[in-house]
């Protein structure tokens, strides 16, 4: 989800305004996710490297998680969302984990649909993890190092619990990935849009899925 700065200063306001902006995409995108038959919606919220930014936005990006979570949980339940994050989200700070998890443990009989939500997320720092794991179980002889296989990896990544990636979507014209889902966009149908995100909504998200729909899979094969 990129471009809310971009948004904010093209309409010289500040740009914690683009980030609220940011937050109503995310309700109309979730909103028409499962209506085009998607099941599971990952957001990639704030990454690894989003620290970097200045003390002030970072805090402010800390603020709006918090006050969406606990003002949105009631509509989302409602709704039949069904919520899960990834990455190093029990890192970040304690009333923001207790809500996060609260949440989880409220929505996880919810079917409509699975809203990941990608928080303090690195896709090489997934990785990183997923390895010093089971190089701890070789090393306490609980795993053959020898016998380790993709499907071993794939079980120890934060996504382990979610469907298989088919299609990733990027916002604002920016051509790359930018560290997101990099083991699990391996056949993953890549699609770039100029549309900044808070302009993002459920006539872009249609855009994508009828061009994915239109793209033939074929995963190495003929």
Known sequence: MDGNGRWAKARRLPRLAGHRAGVEAVRRVVKAAPELGIDTLTLYAFSSENWRRPPEEVSDLMGLLLQHIRCELDELDEAGVRLGFIGEWRALR?????????????????????LVVALNYGAQDELVRAVRRLATEAAAGRRDPAAISPADIEAALDTAAFAPVDLIIRSSGEVRLSNFLLWQAAYAELWFTPVLWPDFDAAVLRQATEAFARRERRFGGR
């Open 94 to 114: 304690s009333d923001i984990v207790v809500e996060l998890e609260r949440a989880q443990v409220r929505t996880a009989g919810n079917r409509r649909l699975n």
